[in-house]
């Protein structure tokens, strides 16, 4: 099939060269000029697991553009990828759609049969608008058509998004007629079948079972997105709120976790308590679903409580430090990643940034180290006054506390006795959770996790 994928940050990236790998003629456009160059040079502009190896196995299969001239009307599909940045006031800027809506709409013909994908997470009923931008388009040059806009949300997780498009849990594809339906089933059928050979970087998991397919409403696919993204982000912060009872009742969070986890009614993902979720889906999605709700007029108690308890962790660690090291003024504190999750250099909502910037405000001098998200941190945080360490092992010299904030594999084996030496006081403030706190304390180390049996 052709296909255009407009956008190509990490989902319309991943799913263009997933779509190209599985034999589809892919065309990837973007109106960064750079990113195109970089791309048609073979380089990867974004972190993510097994991407540089799919596009490498799949270059016959894809092409990249700057330029709405490429278009070929004869396409089958045409998916829009692009960003939808919050407005800051939780509405959703469809700024970036509805330019792409009116360019295919320029463009267009009447025998074009193409097929109008919203894959970015966009605002209940962009299904319809995106139609009628198209339509409108069209009339202007005296085509009345009917044209098909489908809603199909990605499920990806970033660093793993590759994953996730081989190996689906679930299609969700939100269509009003028999055509599209046909069209996206054909799309994605090698992936609904699993009929494809497993790219070597990203290689199919023992026993995988082969996606649902669910076929709705466009409105319905629409609502799904957000549904799901705030019942994960509920699902966190349902646990990081009884982690702070468990301290204060001197559980351990992370007993409990696998105690309720295990019940498959529940289920034991995303129940790792912590500082709580960051990223660019989370924190916009359950505020646009508010947004949403609130010109209905309707109250949703659950997704405020989830978005208020989540940025209150950020605060745990730092009352956490406070009750240790009693001022922080003048204390040195090591951040110990910056990511808002590991293999990733996105920063977007991360919490180490609001953590970094609460600890200047009190005062403290800030360290931090990341493997990968360091050079985004300089560059997108000028203002932010941080001495970057080289290494893990020069952060932890004469602070008086580190934070882990990002789990990082490689932070989960570090000789954490030998570099506590370094310290000007042995605290080492675990906010994944990750760390063994009985070798730490062992050790001597004032280990303090997040909801781990004790105040503090
Ligand atoms: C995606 C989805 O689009 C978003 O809705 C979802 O919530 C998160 O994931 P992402 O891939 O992260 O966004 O977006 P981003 O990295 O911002 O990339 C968007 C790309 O679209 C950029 O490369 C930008 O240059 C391009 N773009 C934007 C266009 O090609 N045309 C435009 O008119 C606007
Ligand atoms: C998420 C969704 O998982 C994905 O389906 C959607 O399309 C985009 O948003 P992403 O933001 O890439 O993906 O990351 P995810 O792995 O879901 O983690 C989100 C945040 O939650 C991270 O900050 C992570 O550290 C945090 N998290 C996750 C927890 O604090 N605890 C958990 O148990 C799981």
Not at 91 to 115: C, F, M, P, Q, W
Not at 142 to 164: C, H, M, Q, T, W
Not at 340 to 368: Q, Y
Request: aromatic share 6%; hydrophobic share 40%.
């Amino acid at each position: 099939m052709k296909v255009l994928i407009v956008g190509s940050g990490y989902v319309g990236l991943t799913t263009g060269s997933a779509l190209a790998y599985l034999g589809h003629e892919i065309t990837l456009l973007d109106i960064n000029e750079d990113r195109i160059l970089r791309l048609r040079d073979g380089e990867v502009p974004i972190h993510e697991r097994g991407l540089a190896e799919v596009l490498e196995e799949s270059k016959e299969n894809i092409q990249f553009t700057s330029s709405w001239e490429d278009f070929n009307s004869n396409v089958d599909i045409v998916i829009i990828a692009v960003g939808t940045p919050n407005k800051g006031n939780g509405d959703v800027d469809l700024t970036y759609v509805e330019i792409v809506a009116k360019s295919v709409g320029e463009r267009l013909t009447e025998n074009s049969h193409a097929v109008i994908v919203n894959k970015s997470t966009v605002p209940i009923g962009s299904a319809k608008r995106v139609k009628t931008i198209i339509e409108h388009e069209l009339k202007k040059r005296g085509i009345v058509k009917n044209i098909e806009v489908a809603s199909n949300p990605e499920f990806l997780r970033e660093g793993e998004a590759l994953y996730d498009t081989f190996y689906p849990d679930r299609i969700v594809i939100g269509v009003e007629t028999d055509t599209a339906k046909h069209r996206l089933l054909s799309l994605y059928q090698p992936l609904l079948e699993q009929t494809f050979t497993a790219p070597r970087s990203v290689k199919r998991p023992d026993g995988v079972s082969l996606p649902s397919i669910i076929t709705t409403s466009p409105t319905s696919a629409e609502l799904i997105k957000y549904a799901a993204n705030s019942f994960l982000a509920m699902k966190i912060s349902f646990v990081n709120e009884f982690a702070s009872l468990a301290e204060l009742v001197g559980a351990d969070i992370t007993e409990v976790a696998k105690g309720i986890g295990l019940d498959k009614r529940i289920g034991s993902r995303f129940l790792q308590a912590g500082i709580g979720w960051g990223g660019s889906c989370f924190g916009k999605d359950t505020a646009a679903i508010l947004y949403t709700a609130n010109q209905y007029n309707y109250d949703m108690p659950l997704v405020q409580a989830t978005i208020k308890t989540n940025y209150k962790q950020r605060e745990t660690i730092i009352r956490k430090l406070q009750l240790e090291l009693k001022v922080l003024r003048g204390a040195t504190i090591g951040v110990l990643g910056l990511a808002f999750k590991p293999n990733t250099d996105d920063l977007r909502d991360a919490p180490s940034l609001d953590i970094i910037r609460g600890l200047i405000e009190l005062g403290a001098i800030v360290k931090a180290f990341d493997p990968i998200a360091m050079t985004n941190c300089r560059v997108q945080n000028r203002d932010l006054d941080v001495q970057y360490a080289q290494s893990a092992q020069e952060l932890f010299e004469g602070c008086d506390g580190v934070v882990l904030i990002t789990e990082w594999e490689e932070f989960l084996h570090l000789p954490y006795s030998k570099l506590a030496k370094r310290m000007k006081k042995k605290l080492i403030i675990d906010g994944r959770n990750v760390l063994d706190k009985e070798a730490l304390r062992k050790s001597g180390i004032i280990y303090r996790g997040i909801g781990r049996g004790e105040t503090g």
